[in-house]
């Protein structure tokens, strides 16, 4: 980071500890660049006291490295008012025009500058203010073509910022060079990141290597999303070994790359052996039929996973029933999602049966919405759902339903408020009765569950999962019931009326 100082005029360099830093975020010689520092000041519209904090700041730093302890809250100081300076400074120096979204959020803890058009020396100023920086937590920098050049920078401020966490540098364009600085950076576990997002940035099979040495021995990164980068069989294989040593990473989104047979098989033996990683996304990797058997081996034995994507990758019936081999034993996997590829009644049938067949199974979801089934299909789903309430099989049709009256299911929300009405109960003591933890959030799997397995509210499995899909609109995954306990004082009356009409009704 030392070229970076020099270019905004700094005599010390960056590996200096972060107490001598105060006095270079003024514009390094006060003397000489007091002039300078007023000007740019009164252009930001700083107020006096803000200028003159700074200034006290600056005159403690000059007088040695432990005076800055002196400053009341200097960390405080540092974002607010030095930070800003720095930026200012470097902005100045590199040509470019300073972000006020930046200037303006330096100071909180999540910043987004995604579509911002900041390119290689926009970031450069920004790493530059940020390397000292202890608030920022999250930045958003997607898309904003900053390059090879601009990714070095950012593993450059990296190595000396303690606070940055969560960091999303996808789509811009980085390729090799900047694969490698930030490879590098994981390799000697140099940052605090715990979430980085490299999508779309055009890395290829070279770089490959790169990721999964630095993976192997990384104690960081917990999440990382490596999708639309062109990585082949070999770039496959050697993440793949990655994965059998990696015990950090528990969310990993290889989405939208090629690693086909050879790459998946090469996955599916790493997870074998791992033992933390949680999330995996292969969606559009034309996995097929061999991919998915090594798939379904790797779940025989892991115990770990509980979220899989392998979406759109050309598996068949066969398949899915290799995979099954692997669900029929597993008892961690809890999301399925297998949309868009080739099945038909007989794979979306061994899906199920399998689930039948494991009593340790813990199926929450299985996503194969494309698929046409048929009514001895639903009768298997309801029978299975007898014994595991919890599961939610999203299909598309059902065969020859057309030509049918369809069946009519009554409103599950007027059932349940039919229900209360007879009992004299809000739907506030609905939910609560529910909620065992009492924190007004039911998973959907449990709130499934209890619905089928009680037997006062006369609902099947359709009914239920249209309820949930009401509840829970944006599937988060949990029902939040937290809105009513407003309503339950304003519930009261409406209910008092109705007994009173109960009770006027036989005088008519």
Aim: glycine share 6%; charged share 25%; net charge negative.
């Amino acid at each position: 980071m030392e070229r970076f100082l020099s270019e905004v005029a700094v005599n010390s360099s960056f590996t200096e500890e972060k107490k001598q830093m105060n006095p270079l975020l003024t514009g390094g010689d006060t003397e000489n660049e007091s002039e300078k520092d007023d000007e740019e000041t009164s252009n930001t519209s700083e107020s006096p006291e803000s200028v003159s904090l700074a200034d006290a700041s600056a005159e403690k730093a000059t007088q040695g490295s432990d005076t800055d302890l002196e400053v009341e809250d200097p960390e405080k100081a540092f974002v607010g008012i030095m930070g800003t300076e720095l930026y200012l400074e470097a902005c100045r120096l590199m040509e470019v025009v300073p972000v006020s979204h930046f200037i303006q959020n330096l100071a909180k803890p999540y910043i987004n500058l995604n579509h911002h058009g900041l390119g290689p020396k926009g970031v450069k100023a920004i790493a530059i203010a940020l390397v000292s920086n202890a608030t920022v937590t999250h930045l958003e920098l997607e898309d904003n073509c900053i390059l090879a050049e601009g990714a070095i920078c950012i593993a450059e401020m990296l190595r000396e910022n303690s606070s940055l966490q969560e960091l999303n540098i996808s789509n811009n364009h980085l390729d090799t060079a900047g694969a490698e600085a930030i490879a590098s950076l994981l390799l000697d576990n140099m940052s605090c990141l715990h979430t980085l997002q490299l999508s779309g940035n055009n890395f290829g099979e070279q770089t490959a290597p790169y990721f999964a040495e630095a993976l192997m021995g990384n104690y960081q990164v917990k999440e990382l999303d490596l999708s639309h980068n062109e990585f082949y069989e070999k770039g496959g294989q050697l993440l793949g070994q990655m994965l059998a040593s990696n015990s950090t990473l528990e969310i990993l989104d290889l989405s939208w790359n090629h690693l086909r047979r050879q790459g998946t098989v090469a996955l599916g033996t790493g997870l074998r052996s791992n033992s933390a990683l949680k999330i995996l996304n292969l969606s559009w990797n034309g996995v097929g039929n061999e991919g998915a058997l090594a798939l379904g081996e790797a779940l025989k034995v892991n115990n770990v996973l509980v979220h899989l994507d392998i979406s759109n990758n050309q598996i068949n019936n066969k398949g899915a029933k290799k995979l099954c081999r692997g669900l029929e034993v597993n008892g961690k996997l809890k999301i399925l999602k297998m949309a868009n590829n080739p099945l038909t009644t007989e794979g979306a049938t061994a899906l199920v049966t399998s689930v039948r067949k494991n009593p340790k199974s813990v199926m929450e979801e299985i996503n194969i919405s494309n698929v046409l089934v048929n009514e001895t299909f639903i009768k298997l789903l309801d029978l299975v759902c007898q014994t595991h309430p919890e599961l939610d099989v999203i299909y598309g049709e059902v065969e020859g339903c057309i030509a049918k009256i369809p069946k009519q299911h009554p409103n599950p929300m007027k059932v349940i408020q039919n229900y209360l009405k007879e009992h004299n109960l809000q739907l506030w003591d609905f939910f609560r009765n529910i909620d065992k933890d009492g924190n007004m959030k039911i998973p959907v799997a449990a709130f499934q569950r209890a619905m089928m397995q009680q037997s006062s509210i006369p609902l099947d499995r359709v009914q239920i999962g249209e309820l949930v899909r009401k509840l829970d609109r944006n599937r988060t995954g949990v029902v939040d019931y937290s809105h009513l306990e407003e309503q339950k004082l304003a519930q009261k009356p409406a209910e008092g009326e109705i007994e009173e009409e109960k009770k006027e009704e036989p005088s008519k």
